[in-house]
Every structure is written in C-alpha cells, then in structure tokens.
C-alpha cells in the first residue's frame, strides 16, 4: 500500500520541480492526499494537503505562494508543482494520505537545492 514519490532531483535556488504520486483508486478517492517533507535533522512535516473533493488546500506557511498542490482524478494522482525553490527546502518529499497512517509511508523523492 506505499505511495512512491516521483520527480525530485537536484536544481538550483529559485528552480522548479514537479512531484507526483500515484495510488489505487480507492485510496484516492475516500482520502484527502498530503505532501510532506523532512529534512536532515529534523522532523517530518505536512508541506501541503488536498481534500477528497479538491476544492480545500492547505499550505505550511514556509511554502505558501511558491507551491501548488493538485489531484487527478482520472489518473489518481496528486502533485505538488514547486516553484521559487529555496535551499531550505532540500528534504526528501513523501505523499501519504492525510492524516498520514504509517502503511502508506514510501521511499520518499530526493529534492536538493543548491547552487
């Protein structure tokens, strides 16, 4: 049941990338869908969270502005589209559910931030 991020890499301040996450049907469809990160040292954190029906979002105040996050029904999928990056937003990235539950937890995707 693990959800795999996709789409990190290495870019420089002020890049973009574009993640996404692919689920089952069903795990897509009566769940809301989050981002998280965590980087070196730290803990893990919600980056941003998209309701079941689309139309609610929630960003950490650190992304808001600078991140979008958006779901695909037809493909069960959901994004996070990250532009103006930052070196303080170097972490691997993970979707999960949200709330998270731990069976959902994946490999995560790898972003750097770097000049």
């Known amino acids: 049941v693990q959800l795999q991020a996709s789409g990190g890499g290495l870019v420089h301040p002020g890049g973009f990338l574009r993640l996404s996450c692919t689920a089952s049907?069903?795990?897509?469809?009566?769940?809301?869908m989050g981002w998280y990160r965590q980087a070196p040292g730290k803990q893990r954190e919600l980056v941003a969270s998209?309701?079941?029906?689309?139309?609610?979002?929630y960003y950490a105040g650190s992304v808001k502005g600078r991140f979008t996050i958006s779901r695909d029904s037809a493909k069960n999928s959901v994004s996070l589209q990250m532009n103006s990056l930052k070196p303080e937003d170097t972490a691997v990235y993970y979707c999960n559910v949200h709330p998270p539950r731990a069976p959902y937890w994946g490999q995560g995707t790898q972003v750097t931030v770097s000049s």
């Open positions: 049907a069903h795990t897509f469809q009566v769940n809301n």
């Open positions: 998209i309701w079941k029906d689309g139309k609610n979002t």
